[in-house]
């Protein structure tokens, strides 16, 4: 595979991973995942962010500088934008590889360096405002971009054509092969990296959402003619498309609008809880509101937890289990508070067997989630006749508390 070119002097080297490895040894990659990196030429060549070795991502990366007649032996510069190791577990090879690289990253990037990777020479620390000049009119520019996702981050900029290397900002899941532009990919292609971006936001960058909005406010001058994250696609031509869908996904945890739609999350150990989660969803979609459904822990967490952070109601309905939570629907609720799932309009249901006492537990894991709540309905056993006209008519209420959200 050869590298691919965004101009002249700028190319895209990456590697798609195929694995059954998780992402930061929590989340599926059923589609695979990119590390991208990008090489910049002037009379010198910096790399901008670098891979872990991964499922072949060395050779991929081999194989692609040297289409562009480069090497790691051959770059004078590397630029890390985030010290997370999936962008530089590499750095001691490539260091072994070519002593004389010169490193360089935010003073909190570099102090990573010395103390994870215990690399101490050749080191330049940058700030915003700062830039490395490669010559023949190619300048790069850096952006202190804290907290995405990381406290050291930051985004470098090419002035003369209008790059903005982003790392982990606007990335997604997904796999690329052959194809690493937004107008190589078909509507339908299209969707399924718009469900891969929305979940790796959920995943990854939910937690820093505010920290999203204020370095869009701080990139908002910069106009790029292209956008060149570490994960997924590399926008040329509707990059706004990007830059809009990123401003959207950090609303839903900050007081923007979610989806006026409800992701129901349930889990059932002999069907009772399973009758009542039918009732409500019935009520819902009477009154013309879309549901999206996930059994835990049957659905892993990670497309829950996509779901449920887009979605402007939720439903949580789980059995109690010895007094307290079905156990994997308190990860679930772990991973929300974790993940900053907030501002949600929600119904509780479940059914109980000899005892209850899964209210208290539910109720102190959500405190911090500024949830507005319903009137939870829970039963003893077989949900009677009433028990599910109620829980029809929860849904209902549900529902209309989605459509005036």
């Known amino acids: 595979m050869k590298a691919h070119k965004i101009s002249d002097s700028v190319f895209v080297i990456h590697a798609d991973i195929h694995t059954d490895d998780r992402f930061e040894g929590i989340w599926p990659i059923p589609h695979g995942v990119t590390l991208n990196s990008y090489a910049v030429r002037g009379e010198k060549t910096a790399l901008i962010d670098l891979i872990k070795d991964w499922s072949g991502s060395v050779g991929q990366f081999d194989e692609q500088l040297a289409s562009i007649g480069l090497s790691f032996e051959k770059i004078d510069y590397l630029v890390l934008n985030h010290l997370e190791p999936d962008h530089t577990a590499f750095l001691n090879e490539i260091r072994r590889r070519n002593p004389g690289v010169q490193i360089l990253s935010t003073a909190k990037g570099i102090a990573m360096v010395r103390n994870f990777f215990k690399i101490t020479d050749n080191l330049r620390e940058v700030k915003s405002g700062d830039s490395l000049d490669l010559g023949n009119g190619k300048v790069l520019d850096f952006v202190e971009t804290p907290n995405i996702h990381w406290p050291e981050t930051m985004m470098t900029w090419d002035r003369s054509d209008k790059v903005l290397f982003s790392c982990d900002g606007f990335g997604s899941y997904g796999a690329l092969g052959d194809r690493v532009f937004d107008d190589e990919f078909s509507k339908e292609e299209h969707e399924h990296f718009y469900r891969e971006s929305l979940r790796y936001y959920a995943n990854i960058v939910a937690s820093f959402s505010s920290f999203v909005k204020k370095a869009l406010d701080k990139l908002g001058g910069l106009d790029p003619a292209v956008i060149a ?103 679930v609720l772990d991973l929300f508070e974790r993940k900053h799932v907030t501002g949600k309009s929600v119904l509780r249901i479940g059914s109980w067997g000899w005892v209850g006492g899964a209210k208290k537990e539910y109720e102190e894991s959500i405190a911090a989630l500024k949830w507005s709540s319903l009137e939870s309905v829970e039963w003893q056993g077989i949900p009677s006749e009433g028990d599910l006209a109620l829980l029809k008519e929860r849904g209902k209420m549900l529902a209309r508390m989605v459509k005036g959200a």
């Open 229 to 331: 994250p570490s994960h997924g696609i590399v926008w040329r031509k509707n990059v706004k498309e990007i830059c809009d869908r990123y401003a959207r996904f950090a609303g839903y945890n900050t007081g923007g609008t979610c989806e006026r739609e409800v992701c129901v999350i349930w889990g059932s150990m002999y069907g009772y809880t399973k009758r009542g989660v039918d009732a409500v969803m019935e009520g819902i979609e009477s009154e013309g509101v879309r549901c999206v459904s996930h059994r835990v822990p049957d659905t892993d967490s990670s497309f829950v937890l996509a779901d449920a952070y887009r979605a402007a109601g939720l439903v949580i309905a789980m059995p109690t289990y010895e007094y307290k939570m079905f156990p994997p629907m308190a990860h």
